[in-house]
């Protein structure tokens, strides 16, 4: 073999730190040689690939052999250069489209990039596929746990409030959750749970039809992965926002949504309310009667909860309170025996776990 083929060469054979010294040369049948008095290998050239350049150097890896390592002089004759794998100065990617246009490329990407991230709670939230958005809200639901009330008459309860509210054919999944706060929330994939807190706090079943109108009122405009966004980044897409059910928790419980997103959300509420001829006077009560609670801080409990995430409880009453025709007999939206299941489920379902949040 000429010496056109072959190149001193020092390599490591991937099985110990030896640095062996010899040559490298082109068997002529698609294959190397490395060949010196401590070491010979013999591999195919598919096998090699570019490692990186180095001042007089060229470092060369096998596929096969993941801590081989093979140093070649820089200038090499061009029998063997032909043979070897092209050298790259800045990865394989750049290297096939020219460093010009992978830096045009990329900065058009960073651009967009930052841009998308800007806007990115507000512009994606309503454009998050159904399918992720369901597995979210799934893995959520499943911080829950078995903190999820039923009893029978409980759950019939539930169903006849949500058939009120919610009227679409694919309804959302509600549930009362065994936790005292005061709080309602709407989890992406069309999942609302009303708090025991809340559920205990309401006075009449049109109260609860108020805030649960409210809250599907979330779903229904899309408002749910927006919110979860600004709370979490935009990596709750990815990770999920699920290391168990107290950061869940902590963080549902403060999701805040954009004041726009409560009013679509009251107006939703309203007009199913007014469909269902339903009440709204309940939810005016609701809001009036926490509002002053909370404004006296006679109840603590409210002021972290559903209100405090819920601002401008006096204007909202008085919106409600103006929806109300005048004159109008509305029905109650359930009786008195299907309100007190639906407020005693929690403490009548004996397999139900309790809620500790610290
Ligand atoms: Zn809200």
């Not at 350049?53 to 060369?60: K, M, S």
């Not at 309310?273 to 006296?296: C, H, K, M, N, T």
């Not at 409880?313 to 299907?338: C, D, M, N, S």
Request: hydrophobic share 45%; glycine share 10%.
């Amino acid at each position: 073999m000429e010496d056109s083929f072959r190149s001193a060469a020092e390599w490591y054979d991937g099985t110990n730190a030896l640095r062996h010294e010899g040559h490298l040369e082109w068997d002529g049948r698609g294959g190397f040689v490395v060949d010196g008095s401590t070491s010979r290998m013999e591999f195919a050239a598919a096998d090699l690939h570019f490692l990186e350049a180095r001042p007089g150097r060229i470092l060369y890896r096998r596929e096969s052999a993941p801590d081989f390592r093979l140093i070649l002089p820089a200038d090499l004759p061009p029998g063997l250069a032909a043979h070897l794998p092209a050298k790259s100065e800045y990865g394989a990617w750049v290297d096939r489209l020219g460093i010009g246009r992978a830096v045009a490329i990329f900065a058009v990407a960073s651009a967009a990039a930052v841009a998308l991230f800007m806007t990115a709670p507000d512009w994606l939230g309503p454009r998050i596929p159904d399918s992720w958005e369901r597995n979210l809200g799934q893995a959520m639901i499943g911080d829950f746990g078995g903190r999820i009330c039923h009893t029978p008459q409980g759950d019939a309860a539930l169903k006849k409030l949500l058939d009120a509210v919610d009227p679409a054919a694919t309804q959302v999944n509600a549930g009362v959750a065994n936790i005292g706060m005061v709080n309602a929330v709407a989890l992406p994939g069309g999942q609302v749970l009303l708090f025991d807190g809340i559920v205990q706090q309401a006075e009449s079943p049109e109260e609860l039809a108020g805030v649960l109108g409210h809250e599907v009122g979330h779903v229904r405009e899309r408002h749910v992965m927006t919110a979860l966004m600004r709370q979490f980044g935009l990596s709750v897409l990815l990770a999920g926002a699920n290391t168990g059910v107290g950061d869940t928790m902590a963080g549902v419980a403060s999701m805040g949504y954009s004041r726009e997103a409560e009013r679509e959300a009251d107006q939703y509420a309203r007009a199913r309310l007014a469909e269902s001829d339903i009440s709204p006077l309940g939810a005016a009560d609701f809001f009036e009667r926490v509002a002053e609670e909370s404004g006296e801080g006679k109840d603590q409990n409210a002021v972290v909860g559903w209100l405090a995430s819920h601002p401008a409880a006096g204007e909202r009453a008085r919106e409600f309170k103006a929806a109300a025709k005048k004159g109008k007999t509305y029905h109650p939206v359930l009786t008195g025996a299907e309100f007190e299941a639906l407020k005693s489920m929690c403490k009548d379902d004996p397999e139900v776990e309790e809620f500790e949040l610290f």
